[in-house]
Structures are given as C-alpha cells and as structure tokens.
C-alpha cells in the first residue's frame, strides 16, 4: 500500500474510534452522571452558581452564603451555561446535558491533542481510552469539577490550533486558538495559569521543533537548543502576537475576577486538602488523589516513559509530564512545596496536577496500547508466546481495568464521602412558611448538599461552600472548610461551630437543619432547642430571641463590570462555536498535519515485557486486594488486631460483628449482647461521640489467653473524651476472642413508672392569613430578674457571673449579652456559652457565665461601662432539665473541691446525658464562677448514676471588679436584685448545683 | 422626479401621524365632596371611548360610563362603600389622561363595628394591674365613625383590673380581644408528705400554691423539693398543675430526710421524712 492509501485508512480508523468513543461517552457518562452527581465533591456547588446566574444574571451579590459575597471570585462560564440550560430544563438535569457536551468536547479535543503527537488511528484510540480514563472518571464522577473538565476540554482544542499557527503562520489558526482558550480562561483560572506552563510552552517548542528542517536537526543537545532558540526568534513575531493577545484576552474577559484578587485577596488560614497530605502517611489520601487517577499511567510508565522521552519534539511534554507527576504527590517529598512555594502549595488542590500528568500521558499510553492491540507489540507477543498467551493477557488487563473503572464509578457507594441523599422539599417548605426566611439559617452534616439546599431557596446560611470567598473573620482565622461538617475539622471546626451558635444574634442565625445527632450536646448546651422534625428526618433546632437580618450593603461593584461579567464569557463560547463552523467551512485542511514524522511503533524489549504486564499485575492485584479485604482479612489473628477491629465495628455501629468478637458460648447470645447493650449503653460517648484513635496494649500474654488495655479517644461536640479499660482475651480455632464482662444490672422497685409533666403550647391567636396580624397575635416578653450580676477577674481570665430568673408564668427562652464599652469608644458583645440553662420553666433560675477576653486587652483598651442584657421570649420547649441529683462536697488539695453527684432519674424517660451545673459561691451568696460537668453514660428511667467531678475554687485569689453593670431586661433598664445567701451552698463548702440534663426523646420537647 | 415622489410620500406619512387632539372632558355636577355612590360624575365631552377610574387612597374602582348627546354619565356599580377621604377621578382616552380632584364620603355607614383595643394584654399582680383602654368605632368599610360622644373619634382611658387570674374578653364574642391576668408569685406554700409502703417511697404534695390574692399559682411553676440526709442534698424538680406538685421520693433504710419545697425565694416549712 502506498502512503497517501495509509493515510486515507489511517483516518478512516481514527475517524471510525473517535465516532465510537464519542457513542460510547453519551451512553456510559450520560446515563451514570445523574446517579453519581449528588455523591460528588463540587457538583452542587456548581449547580448553586449556575443558581444564582439563573436568578440575577448581572449581579454578582450573592447574598446567600457567608452573609454575603461576590460571585465574581470565580470565572462563571460553565455556571452561566448551566444557568442558560436551566431555562428549559432543572437544574440538575441542566447539569447532566452540560456534563456530556463536555465530555465529548474533552474527546474531540483529545483526539486532536494526540494527532499533534501521533497517526489518527492511535489519536481514535486515545479517545476511547479518555472515555475510560480513570482520572477523568474521578474528576466528573467523584469530584464533579466541572470547570476543570471544560478548561482542559477546550485548552487540548486549542493546542493542535496553536501548533499549527506557529509552524505555518497563518492568522486563522492564531485566530481559532486564542478562541478556544478564552473559553478555558471563563472556565478556570487555575487551568488557564497552569496550562500555560504545562500545556502551551511545550506545544510551542514542539512547534519550534518541527519547524527545523530535518535535516537541519543537531544532535547535539547545545547546538539543538541554540537551534531551537533560533527559530524562536525567527518566529518571534507570531510567539509575541500570541502571548500578547493570549494576556489581553485573559486579563479582559474575566477582568472582575482579576479586580476582585487584587482587591480583597485570600487571607484565610489554609484549609487542610487530602491531596496536600503525605501519602504514605494517608494512604486513603493516596488512593482517592494519587493512585486512583493515574493507575493506568502507572502500569504503562515504562512505554510512556520511553516514548515521551524518544523524541526531542517531546521533551517539553516529558518536563511537563514528570512536573505535573511530581506535584501530584502532594506532601509526600517537600520537593512540590519547594518549587511551588508555601502560599500557591496550600491554596491549590495538587490533585489537578496528577490530573494534568495523566491528560499528557494519554497519547503516549494510547500508543502503546494500539501496539499492544495491533501493531508491533501484539506481533511480539504472539511470536515468542503464541495467540492465547496474546489473548489472554488482553482480555485479563481490559477485565480488570474495567472492574477497576466500576470500581470509581461507585467510589461513592464503597467510600461514602457524602451523606445519603436528603429530599430537600420538607426544608424548602419549612423555610418559605412564616417567614421564616427573615432568618438565616445552617445546615449541619448534610456534606455538598447544602449547596443544593442553598440553590432551592432564597433564604441566607452563614455557612458556605466556597471558600475563597468567605470574609467572616470567625471562618477565615480557623483552618475550617464548612461549619456544617465541622466535626471532619477537629477541635477548629467545633470551636468555629460554637462561635457561631452562641453568637447566633450576631449573624441572625435562627435555624439549625441537622442530620447527624453528634451536634445535638452542642446545640441543647449552646441553647437551641428542637422545634420540629420534618419528613425526610431533619430536625430544626431553633433559637430564641434572634432578630430578623438587616439589609446588608453589597459590595460595589461598577455597573459596566458586571455587563462585561455577564456579557463576555458566555459571548467566549459563542465565539469559540461559530468560529469552529466557519473554519469547518472555510479552513479545514485534510493532512494538515503532514509536517509530523511518522508513528514508530518500536519498542524495546523491557518495555514491552515491563508496560504489557504492569497493567495486569496492578489491575488483578487491585481486585484481589478488595476481595481479600471483604472476605479473606483475618480480623482476629492477635489479641491486640482483635480488639482494635471489635473497636472499629462498634464505631460504625456494626453490633452484629463486633459480636463475634466475643468467645462463643450457648450462654452468650447476639440477643443477650444487645439486650445489655441497650441497657448500660447509651450517653455522651456511646451516642454521640466518634472514635478518634485507639491503641491496644498488651499487658500479658500466657499461652491461649491474654489482657490488653485498651486506651481510646473519642471527640464529642462538646470536647474530647478519653477512655482507657482493660480486657480479657482467649485463644479459639487460632482466633483471639474478648471474655464478655460481668454485667449487673440496677433493678428498680417499681415496675411501672409514673411522672406528671407539665408542657405548654404556644398557640398564639393569629388570624390565618400570609399577614402578621400586626398585634394580637404577640405574646408579650416575660418578666425576668437579674438576681446577682458579678464582674470577675481570675488573673488573665475575666467573666460575668450571676443568676437569672424567670420571673414570669410561662416558660422562656433568655438570652444573655454581655456589652462592654471601651474608652477608644469601641464595644465588643460576649455571649455565654455553654454554663448557662437557655429555657426555664416559671419562677426557675439559672446561673450563668459569660466569659469575657483576657485581661490584657481589658487593659489596653480600658473599659468605660459594662452592660448586661437579657431578652426573653415565651418558650414551649427546652425547660425540663432532668434528674434529681444528690450531691456532697469534699475538698481535696489547696482549693480543690470535689463533688460526687447521685444522680436519680425518676422521669418516665432515659436521660442520655447527665450533668449539673455548679456554682461557686462566697458566704454570701456571690456567684465567682459557674462550670457545666457531664457524664458520659446515660441514665435510665428509675435508676442512679454516680459521678465526682473536680472544681478548683477560685474565691480565695480572684477580684470581684467594682465595674457598675448595667442590666436590662427586654432593652428596659432593670434593677439587680439584691444577693441572698445560699445554706445549701454553704453547708457544701460553697458549691451549689442545679440539675442540667439532655434527654434525647422528643415528646419531652427539651 | 424621484426626489419629488420622496417627498410627496413623506408629506402623506406624515400627515397620516397626525391625531385629533382630545380635549379635556367639562366635570358639569362638581361637587367638593362626593357622596359615594349616591353621587354620579356628569361629563361634557364630543370623544368617545373613555375609561374612568375612581382612586380611593387605597383602592381602585372602575366606574362604569353611560354616553349622551352632551358627553358622559359616570356611576359605580354594586359598590356600596369606599374608604373615604382624598380621591382622584381619572379620565382616560388612548395615551391621554385626566385628573380630577375630589373627597369622597360614604352614603351611609353600613355595619358598624366597636372596637375595644388594651395595653397590656397581660397584667400580672406582682407587676401592676393597670391597663389602657382605647375605644373606637368604624364603618363597613373600615372608616372612622364618631363614638358616642359627639365629635369624637377615639374614647381612652386608664383602668385597673381586679386581682382575679383569668381570661376576659375586651369584647364579647371576639376571642382575638382577649385579655390576660395571670395569677402571681407564690405567697405561701403548704407541704405534705405520706409513706408508700408498697412503692417504698415518700409521697410528697406540695400545694394548694396561691398568690396573695388567692389565686391558684400558674401551671407549670418549677417547684424545687431540697431534702437533705446525712451524707448529701438532694434538688428534685416537679411543675405545679392547679396548684399542687407531687413528688415522690425513694425511701432508703435509716435514712431521715429534712425536706423543704421552694418557689424562688419562697419556702415551705421543713418536715422530716423517715
């Protein structure tokens, strides 16, 4: 066959896979991406944006996240797009049919991309292969980053054009390749400042490269690159028009994304990423941002390897490969942190960068695999090992390669990274009802589908799901990503949580919508109480006395910048399309790439050994690696994995298997262990707390039986908890078991139980109607009293204390504020935190603490007055505080008092956390410091509990200030009442209590 | 030629934008005050096709036309009432429009309505028994109407509630007009105790609570039962439900409490418990 019939074949095939992988795209992705989509990091972030396109097209205030931000902080041509879609179809859907326009496009581009490189045949290959690709897979399935996957869409399209223009010089060709990059650069910033270095430099030396006549090629490395510097000045003009036009269009087209940079840059504290992590210290970090997406890459290293590096019209791509390759290991080597420096390696996400390496390596592993399929390769194999062996090979890599791909694609099923999927209708209609949207509210372990909340309503969170744009001081100072799954960030993610649940008057945050009862200690303790439960399962939490948000001033942003916002980058698009129809009509060259050398097909024999049995060794060795942990891993093969697995089961509530950690004996039964778990299970720790760490100690060993003390961690919302306990292990059938402790159980008298309780309803007298009735329907604002209100100064500590009561005939809800007025004429609010009953029931009172800044900065800004206000509202909930504790005081060493507590139950319901409040008090009655102690087991209905806890009096050494306070009841100024003295505390060396429980159970409305 | 024929058509085009000016219709019975809808609106006009809208400060009513060979008779249908005060009477005809100033006032009252406004809502003895009372009248369509003092529009005085807890009625039959007096604090409180022998428990009955009017003390009133032995001091919390709190308390061998129920800063007697 002569050349120009190879090369009409040639295209015929590459045409024929492209056509394939183009059929084969629309029915595997666009099937699967609506039932992966709610699993995936970004995706609802992205349908947010498109969200607010859709609403308000040419304002960019989003006043919806953080209090307000500008949407202008990232490039809106893929969320202006879906907006557009949007119009016709939902927005989900909207997000589907542009997930498939972008895929085929990135196949097209592909295929064009790898013709720069090689024949179209292998080009029609390496377009099924990015159908396949595992990295593209995880991008649009696991991480739905959409902008991502349309600026390396539209870059590969623009690269063949950029290569074309500087090897034959012709203005249409810089024309069509600026075009499609302005679509890269509305797309993603990060993809348009990266791909400049890892994309268009080496396309442009290839070019510069291939524009050396053959024969005028050195071999010489210095003489080459002079060469190569040559010729880059012979074409300077073309590399300076494209580089300055590349800048304008980059700065302009996006200009308010560049303004907003400039003008209020990214301060915060760097939020932990995965993909930043040492791997070998998180190999689950390793799997999801490095192994998984270049799997393939590196089964065919070897072939990649020796290709990219053959050819000296590759070198550029080889740097950019290895580069891309090297950052993608995250915190592995501090080389990428080096290179990158600390700021741009702890604001980027490094998994795009093994993204990138495995983008380049695609022409090069499509390659190999055409040889391996049909070409030279193949005839290797099937000479020395004969067809089968051939065969055999073929099938083994494509099986397990594609069981590997399904494996991604259910990533999410196997490795949840989100909660299950929350209809989100009962929200949305709880939030339309009553105005409740004059609030703003917080969703708590609801993962990425807040932002699909936040899409469906116009009511305002505090939190958000982008961070770059967050300015709150209590968000940016705290390495948090969201507060909604704060208990992810550790003890900065609660700490940020609690700031903004007990300063919830500041950001006028009335409603909690939580799905994970781990937050519900710190929502009673903090002083919301449950409203209602919805349908879907959400519980709302409420919070008393939190006024209506205020109109907040939107950001300036000049008018003709956001015409430009909402004009340019979708006009990029539009450009970009109609050009590409012009230049099909117009411009299209048959051959065009006659300049590329021919496809060599060679390869060296360990290569060929090395890339054709990678794959199969990685791939099956990946499958037997899953079915070896679901079947095989033996659980129990020494006393220590034993108990560390029996631990982990518990974890995820798996009672089932961690019962057969236990000996076997007909005596007992799974049904005796769930009974005795049900009955001396439940608390802080056992309900409501995560198991942090664990670590098991042998302590003996003695043929078949052993003891090891077991020390765990957990984290509560409210801190964390540490246990340590020792357990009895026996050796049966070569498996270690744990001896079940003796388990006496308390016995009540009583077999029935009794309890009167008195609950109230707020009815309320409004006239049905979508208008308030103005003033009938008010309930009036209870009466309180401030019974004593101290100023406390314990060294660098300073706090208000003092008692409240409820003066009124219904139950309230109180909230405290402390306001300090300083002599530079500033006032900073303080709230209480979690020392402090938030509802009491008529004629109760609380004590309180409001801890207040160090005393240093007291100092430094000199306090002029100090006011403390209370505003009451009527509550009907939240005011049973549980238990009838019994308490005796012992002092132990210099100051330090110990309070054992028997605590009763003798409510008709379990109390799941127990706890009092203590107050220290003087002689006279002075409250000095308030503390809330806890236990961590529950208390069952009719039975006691007992618990000591340690308080060091402070009395004797701190200052009570003579600052006057000011208080005020419902803005009205009020009166301290005068302190009484407390027998009760004095007959307990000054220590008084009042019982301060959480009962989970509903019906009791706590 | 051409620039002549350019020209005639744009003489004709623009001849053929020219409309016959319309000119204001005469308002013939003008009236200060309109008796509403007594009152009709006669119009002098030669032009045809006109819409009138009569403004009330807060509503629009269309106002059907009936033409004559003088001009127009303008008249409300099946409205009986207007909210009344300033109006504007509006003509309108294609792009052009009229207005003509007027008061309106209703032709008669129709269903009168008393209303009988208090502040506070809820008084409670412990505070004050002191309530402002603010009387008016309107008309069915919600127009002041003088009370039954001549020239008077509102009626208000101070009053002062008997002591007696309960729910009144401002005005008979209105629920929403409802008024509160909530009983006060605890004045005193008596104590009770007997021993369960078959539940081993110490029943204790706080109750009947009363404020110093002898109102029963509002439900759900935290009673808090401090009872101490030997060792420790016990706070076990009950709610009062008309008037009364029960408690019971486990008994324990040889164990004596002392036992006193408090209300805020009122305190039964101590008993003794064994």
Redesign the interface.
Known sequence: MNNTANHIWDEYYGKKLLLAALSLAMVTHGIIIYYTLPQTYDAFVHLFFADHYSRFWFEPWEYRWYTGFLTISYPPLVHQAIALISKIFPLKVAFCIYAVFIIEVLIIGVYRFTKMFFDKTTAGVAAVLTVILSSIVETLHVFGQMPTLTGIAFLLNALPFLYQYIVKRKFIYLLMALSFLSVTVCSHHVTAIFGMVFFIAPVIFMALTDSLPENEQPKNSIRFALAIIRAGFKRYREILLFAVLMIVLAISLIFPYWYWSKTDPITQVSIPHASRDNFFKNPSSGLIFFIIPLALIFAFLPAIGYTITRQKRFIGWAVSFFLCLLFGTGGTTPLPKMMLGPNAFNILTLDRFSFWASVIAIPFMAKFIYSFINGHVKEFWQKNFGTKTHFILSAVTGFTYLLFVVFIFHLGSFRPLQPKEINIQPMLNFLNRDEHMRWRYLTLGFGDQMAWLSANSLAATVDGNYHSARRLPELTTRAVERLENAKFSGNEGLASLTNFLTNAEKYNLKYVFSNDRYYDPLLYYSGWSRTIRLENGIMVWEKGNVSTIKPIQPKEVNPLLKKTWGIFPISSLCVAFFLSVFYLKKYKEKNYFDQVTETNHYYPLPVIYSSSLLPVILFSGFLFRQVYELLLVKEQKDPASAVINFYNHLDFQEFENAFHFFKPTPSYTLDQYLLEKSVNDGGLLPSYAKLDSISAKQIQQQNDSAQISVYTRWRTALGSLEKREVLHLIKQNEKWYILPQPFIAEIP??QMRSY???L?KKQG?R?VSSFPTV??D???KP?AVFKQANFIRDGEHNFITGEI?N?????VNISLRVSIHFKNDSIINYYPGSSFQYN??????SFFQVDLDQTGKFDSLQIKSVELYAETDVSEKG?I?GG?????VKLLMGNTVEIST?L?N?LTTEINIPGILAAEKDDAGTIWQTQLFLHNSSVRSGLHINFQNQIQKIQHRAMLMKFPITVFINGQKREVASI?KDE?AS??KGIA???HCFISQEIYQQ | MKKIIIHIVLIILLASCYSKPVEKPVWLNKKAIVSFPADTFLFKSETKNWKAILLSFSQPVPLQINYNTEGFVLFAKNKAGITEGAAQLILSNDNHFFYYELNLNNHSYGTITDKD?RS???V?P??GLHQQRIVHTIDEWRNLVYTEKPFQYFFEEEITLAPVAKNYRAQNNK????FYV??G??FSINISAVFDKQ??MFIVTAGPVKDKYNNVV?????VAF?Y?NR???????????NGFA???I?AEKNTTYNLTAR???TASQTIQLQ
Request: overall charge negative; glycine content about 2%.
């Open positions: 008298d009583e009167t309780y008195t109230f007298k006239v003033k009938d008010r309930v009036k009466f009561l003066a009124d005939d219904v139950p009491l029931s008529p004629k109760a009172s005011y505080h009838t504790p019994g308490y005796s028997q009763y003798e009484q009760t007959a307990n209590i009042l019982p | 406004y506070p809502k809820t409670n412990d505070s629920p929403i007009t409802a909530q009983p604090s605890a539940e081993n509002s439900n759900g009133t935290l401090l101490n060792q420790n001091y016990f706070r076990m919390e009950a709610a009062l439900l029960t408690v019971k486990p209300i805020n800063e």
